[in-house]
């Protein structure tokens, strides 16, 4: 498995509606519980947000990204996905 940067950009400048917020919460808990988001969160004052996922292909990462109520509803307009090469050392 590798990992893979995503950046969610564009977000829109209105407040978020809270039951799209609960639905994108809802959905990053799951996918964390299971082990495929491995770090996620804002980039403060950005209007960004990074998510960082375990997948076997680039396809599968977009694929989770695509399900995410927050990019189905436009909240972010954009994203980029990224393999990320980087050893983890424990």
Avoid at 78 to 83: G, L, N, R, W
């Amino acid at each position: 498995m590798s990992k893979y940067v995503v950046i969610y950009k564009d977000e829109q400048k209105d407040n978020i509606a809270l039951d799209l917020r609960k639905c994108h919460e809802e959905y990053i808990i799951d996918l964390v519980s299971k082990k495929i988001i491995f770090m996620c969160g804002t980039l403060k004052g950005s209007g960004k947000g990074l998510l960082i996922f375990e997948a076997n292909s680039l396809d599968e990462a977009e694929d989770y990204v695509l399900k995410d109520p927050i990019i189905i509803q436009k909240w972010y307009a954009d994203y980029d996905i990224y393999e990320w090469d980087c050893e983890w050392k424990q």
